[in-house]
Nanobody
Framework: QVQLVESGGGLVQAGGSLSISCAAS????????MAWYRQAPGKQREMVAT???????NYADSVKGRFTISTNNAKNTVYLQMNSLKPEDTAVYYC?????????WGQGTRVTVSS
């Protein structure tokens, strides 16, 4: 089992920056990728950014150049640095981890960007 706990969400003005993090615990040695997803009110959950255990990253077109995903050296925490935030970035952000054939989710952290 893998447990994921997000933190760092909050309210920020448009154009501002915010960093959120996700701490993984449990059977993390076999995690091969971690990711951030988000779900805005009335919309489907969408991928924001992913990072593999080898450090390869991928971003949604809507956040490229503004968001950066990274992990710590122990690879048990994943971060999402969000710059130049827009009101349309408002959503609940979920941490995701893939281990073998299983997928794990955190409880989410809310990010609100005011205009």
């Amino acid at each position: 089992q893998v447990q994921l706990v997000e933190s760092g969400g909050g309210l920020v003005q448009a154009g501002g920056s915010l960093s959120i993090s996700c701490a993984a615990s449990g059977s993390i040695s076999s995690i091969h990728s971690m990711a951030w997803y988000r779900q805005a009110p009335g919309k489907q959950r969408e991928m924001v950014a992913t990072i593999t255990s080898g450090g390869i990253t991928n971003y949604a077109d809507s956040v490229k150049g503004r968001f950066t995903i990274s992990t710590n050296n122990a690879k048990n925490t994943v971060y999402l640095q969000m710059n130049s935030l827009k009101p349309e970035d408002t959503a609940v952000y979920y941490c995701n981890a893939r281990r073998q054939i299983l997928t794990y989710w955190g409880q989410g952290t809310r990010v609100t960007v005011s205009s």
